[in-house]
């Protein structure tokens, strides 16, 4: 079974009005559960577009989304995906565990589950100690580490995340690509990334999905079968040739 | 062993940028209790100041009277320098302690009596303005077309001279408002005057605050198939609040002042307003009396404003300045 099936989408916001775009056209894409795939394409292509079509947090303009075999709002409804965005979006007024049993009171668990899912889901992202503290004394890297937390305290199947890391300094956000391939091996999670960093796409994922502007369509899908990631990955010449490919691909989308 | 443990998290640069970052938090609560030093100094210097600019500009003015000289400023532009005019702040804060004639309680425990009942009145008001006042926000946040149509009604009925709709509320109190389970006494009438002042500011900074959280905030919450009421409950109303307690600072206030000017137009007896309507009447007689008494309502704005901002400080506390991070 795929994780997520889209079919034919195209997307058009404002039709028929003087600020109509076309911002998504002819998309189709198949990911498989487990993999680790990344959206990458220049500003205006539709990569953030399509990952709010799989989340069901827009509809298509034509096509069909299907995510765990079932139409995309139904799986929104169910809870079948977690998200996490560019801003950690953390509530301040919340401690970072409440922050993190948010999703889970709202599915109604009772207050002993919350609480021991809470811990070990911090215990996940290394930030066991500070469970009572407030979002905004953490710092940005932190904050997103609670973020994918919060994304995962109610094991779903499916993480979606929209450029998370783009807001962080380099050091940390290698660091963070690092945390997230380590979950990613031990929760067996599929993931959809969208990013604008070329590198950062070659590392996370198993494929590459090259999209092309104006409008938005897949311009190529690119695997990037570089095994498991180490810290010599980032200097192996693999690596380098993987990210020279998706950049061609990506210079040909903006000739 | 504290040393090694220090190491080993000098090696995590997360955990020690926390560290700074909790060094700068209790820094924070430091430079919080200067603050409340400094401005607690700075109001007593500032009053002293004040005291001092009248009682020094009184003296001079006198000087020159007592010479009769013409000084063509003071009379004209400048307020005479006469204890008519300008009763020494001795006398008048003596007032406070003095017996007025027909009375057996002093000026200042009448006051306190007054300000009571001119503070129930408002703070009813305050009450039923800021229910009334948070569902014209929700209303507005919800059915943006609303937004549009019922606005400029809201500001418009700002306009209305307060001293001209009070007597109507109050004729209408008594002949009209006999739906209501209890009766209706005049005090009410002058509630729905500080009502009309306080819903104001409560819905159009109820209105921003519930705008105010991030689409991608709304966005968790959809992702998450929130129902309206989980994510007003959860993301929207909390989010508000900063907002809301700026116009409850406001509407507080204005309720005190509503109050006031709503017993004077609509004769209601008992209160602060009416206070300062007879002390005016008798100025001639006892001028300090009239200045004490306009103390006294200053003293009950101050009053409710610092509450407001005291359950503020609880109930929004020192994180949740603002909207979601």
């Known amino acids: 079974m795929n994780a997520i099936d889209v079919r034919g ?33 220049p500003s205006g292509c539709g990569k953030s577009t399509l990952l709010r079509l799989i989340a069901s947090l827009l509809s298509p303009s034509a096509g069909s989304v299907q995510v765990n075999a079932k139409p995309a709002e139904q799986a929104r409804l169910d809870r079948d995906y977690g998200m996490a965005f560019q801003t950690a979006g953390l509530f301040d007024w919340r401690t970072v565990a409440k922050n993190i049993e948010l999703p889970l009171e709202l599915m109604g668990w009772s207050k002993g589950d919350r609480r021991r899912r809470s811990a070990e889901m911090l215990d996940l992202v290394k930030l066991g100690e500070f469970a009572k503290h407030h979002p905004s004394e953490l710092s940005g890297g932190m904050q997103q580490r609670v973020a994918i937390a919060r994304a995962l305290a109610f094991s779903p199947s ?51 999905v090259v999209m092309s502007p104006r409008p938005g369509r897949i311009a190529a899908i690119i695997n990037a079968d570089l095994g498991d990631r180490t810290a010599a990955t980032r200097d192996d010449t693999a690596f380098f040739k993987k990210v020279t490919e998706v950049r061609v691909a990506l210079r040909d989308v903006e000739g | 062993m504290p040393n090694t443990d220090a190491m080993a998290e000098a090696h995590d640069p997360l955990v020690f940028e926390h560290r700074l970052k909790q060094q700068a938090a209790l820094e924070q609560r430091r430079d919080a209790v200067m603050r409340i030093v400094r401005q607690t100094v700075t109001f007593t210097v500032f009053l002293a100041l004040l005291v001092g600019l009248y009682t020094g500009y009184k003296a001079f003015g006198q000087s020159i009277d007592d010479a009769q000289h013409d000084w063509a400023v003071i009379g004209s532009v400048l307020p005479r320098t006469d204890d008519l005019n300008m009763p020494p702040v001795s006398e008048i804060f003596g007032q406070f302690g003095e017996t007025p004639g027909g009375q057996d309680q002093i000026y200042a425990r009448i006051l306190f009596g007054e300000a009571l009942f001119t503070l129930r009145e408002a703070f009813a008001g305050f009450l039923v303005g800021l229910v009334i006042g948070m569902v014209i926000a929700l209303a507005l946040a919800q059915w943006r077309r609303l937004e549009q149509g019922l606005l400029p009604y809201v500001v418009a009925s700002q306009t209305v001279p307060l001293i001209a709709i009070a007597p109507i509320i109050v004729i209408w109190g008594r002949k009209n408002f006999d739906v209501f389970p209890w009766e209706w006494q005049d005090w009410m009438s002058v509630s729905v005057i500080a009502t009309y002042l306080t819903f104001f500011p409560v819905a159009v900074n109820g209105l921003r605050g519930l705008q105010s959280p991030r689409p991608e905030n709304q966005e968790l919450m959809a992702s998450y198939a929130a129902t309206w009421w989980q994510a007003l409950w959860r993301l929207r109303l909390p989010a508000s609040l900063p907002y809301l307690f700026a116009a409850l600072k406001i509407a507080a206030t204005a309720s005190i002042v509503g109050a006031i000017v709503g017993e ?59 909207a979601a991070t």
């Open chain 1, 9 to 41: 989408v195209a997307k058009v916001f404002n039709p028929g009005r003087s600020n109509q775009v076309e911002a998504l056209s002819g998309i189709d894409l198949s990911v498989e559960s487990g993999e680790f795939i990344t959206l990458i394409g």
């Open chain 1, 158 to 208: 499916l993480l979606l995340m929209d450029e998370p890391f783009g807001a962080l300094d380099e050091m940390t956000r290698e660091h963070m690509q690092d945390e997230l391939l380590r979950i990613w091996g031990e929760t067996g999670t599929t993931v959809v990334f969208v990013t604008h960093s070329i590198p950062e796409a070659v590392y996370l994922s198993t494929r590459v």
């Open chain 2, 264 to 322: 004077i137009s609509a004769g209601v007896e008992g209160g602060l307003g009416r206070r300062i309507l007879r002390e005016a009447f008798n100025y001639t007689t006892g001028p300090d009396r009239l200045f004490a008494s306009v103390l006294g309502a200053a003293v009950l704005g101050i009053f409710v404003f610092l509450v407001v901002t005291g359950v503020e400080r609880l109930v929004v506390g020192r994180h949740g300045g603002g």
